[in-house]
T-cell receptor
């Protein structure tokens, strides 16, 4: 079974631009979560989608948004990039349909650098 | 909002030494607790979890953790570490009704010297 696939693996953008990151969950998984990982702040929850609906949202500004498609693939978008958005963005998928899952499966992440 | 503290940021041990990594959380309600591990060059993966029942839980590769509710702690232990345990370890908490929204600690980098 293929794991969680995130594309692209690396991105370099300049301040003010926007970026879209993609995540393909494990086949059959309907929940997709996004996390931001930085050396200073560690791992921080961005949002979770389940069956195309945002189920939870972290404490990030409105420049960060996401969506999920009917095939469970998810995208996250960051508009008006700032230097502080430089981070590793991790996607995680899980299989359970209700409540929380016992286990998240993480992708390798997209390393975003904002210059 | 809940928070998670991992008190050791960097730990260096020799092989066969015992390991204990601290994790404390702040939330008064029902929580689910996790330890995730990230080996060099690999994805984050689940090491072990606690949802309910026996507060001493066992995970993969000989790791175990003990949930002490009165101390809001979920410390990770291994009696004898190996060089292959070199990795970064993350404690995480989920409020039981919060879907898959995990709050992670800052992580502990463990280096095991051969």
């Amino acid at each position: 079974k293929a794991g969680v696939t995130q594309t692209p693996r690396y991105l370099i953008k300049t301040r003010g631009q926007q970026v879209t990151l993609s995540c393909s969950p494990i086949s059959g998984h309907r929940s997709v979560s996004w996390y931001q990982q930085t050396p200073g702040q560690g791992l921080q929850f961005l949002f979770e989608y389940f069956s195309e609906t945002q189920r939870n949202k972290g404490n990030f500004p409105g420049r960060f948004s996401g969506r999920q498609f009917s095939n469970s693939r998810s995208e996250m978008n960051v508009s008006t990039l700032e230097l502080g958005d430089s981070a590793l963005y991790l996607c995680a998928s899980s299989s359970l349909t209700q409540g929380g899952s016992e286990k998240l499966f993480f992708g390798s992440g997209t390393q975003l650098s904002v210059l | 909002a809940q928070s998670v503290s991992q008190h050791n940021h960097h730990v260096i041990l020799s092989e066969a030494a015992s390991l204990e990594l601290g994790c404390n959380y702040s939330y008064g309600g029902t929580v689910n607790l996790f330890w995730y591990v990230q080996y060099p060059g690999q994805h984050l993966q689940l090491l072990l979890k606690y949802f309910s029942g026996d507060p001493l839980v066992k995970g993969i590769k000989g790791f175990e953790a003990e949930f002490i509710k009165s101390k809001f702690s979920f410390n990770l232990r291994k009696p004898s570490v190996q060089w292959s345990d070199t990795a970064e370890y993350f404690c995480a908490v989920r409020v039981s009704t919060a879907g898959n929204m995990l709050t992670f600690g800052g992580g502990t980098r463990l280096m095991v010297k051969p």
